[in-house]
């Protein structure tokens, strides 16, 4: 079944088109990796899913869930089960640890405590260090705190943008990791990256360059793809 939908989408930046009908699906329950070059419009594409920048007027659609949530308000999007976890400014600095997570449950009015710790033991490194100021931690730390925060709502669906940028093989190798543990425990992921490794965690991969699709299909098929290695995936 089908948890997201996106057709025929165009938008961009006041004038500057940036994506130009780009057309993806993701199933419940997979991982969809979303892969390119810098400048291809990844980070676009989330931004327009999520209701960040608006698509173009009558060009293109977003469903989610089987209802068309194009243009929705932004603050609606965390209450329907979508949260977005942006590569940067993803963290309160000035904020320890727990209270970031307390921040990302302000919608709710239930006690959150229950799911917080569901975070620290998904995150054990942020259990140990919850009264730390987030802008005290390595880059690794903030990426697992940044997704933690977005969990705290207990979305369906996580949208996450390049979350291994920047980070050392072995961080990167456990961030994966916790992707597929989240993935495993319920939570469909659309994943935008650089890392040819998002492939091996992916059921699906679209490779997308210069606003537009370029090739789709099991990640299984694109990773064995020599010619889509060459262009897109460094090989």
Do not use: W
């Not at 309160?92 to 209270?99: A, D, G, R, V, Y």
């Amino acid at each position: 079944m089908s948890i997201l939908k996106v057709e025929k989408v165009v938008s961009g930046y006041e004038r500057m088109e940036i994506l130009h009908q780009i057309s993806l699906e993701v199933q419940e329950g997979q991982i969809v990796s979303l892969l390119g070059p810098n400048g291809a419009g990844k980070t676009t594409l989330l931004r327009a899913i999520f209701g960040i920048l608006p698509l173009r007027q009558g060009q293109g659609k977003v469903y989610f869930k089987g209802e068309d949530i194009s243009n929705f308000p932004l603050e609606r999007m965390p209450r329907i089960g979508m949260c977005y976890v942006p590569q940067e400014e993803n963290v309160f600095p000035s904020l320890t640890i727990q209270e970031n997570l307390e921040m990302g449950a302000f919608i709710l009015k239930a006690d959150c405590t229950p799911r917080m710790e569901e975070i620290y033991e998904l995150f054990p490194d942020l259990s140990n260090r919850r009264k730390s100021r987030a802008g005290e931690l390595s880059g690794g730390m903030r990426q697992m705190l940044a997704i933690g925060r977005a969990l705290m709502l207990n979305p369906q669906m996580l949208l996450l943008d390049e979350p291994s940028s920047g980070l050392s093989p072995l961080l990167v190798d456990i961030i994966f990791e916790r992707i597929k543990k989240l993935n495993e425990a319920g939570v469909t992921i659309l994943l935008v990256e650089q890392n040819a490794q998002a492939l091996q965690c992916a059921d699906r991969a679209y490779i997308l360059e210069g606003g537009e699709m370029k090739a789709e299909g099991s990640a299984r098929e694109i990773l064995k793809d020599e010619e889509i290695g060459r262009l897109y995936l460094g090989r």
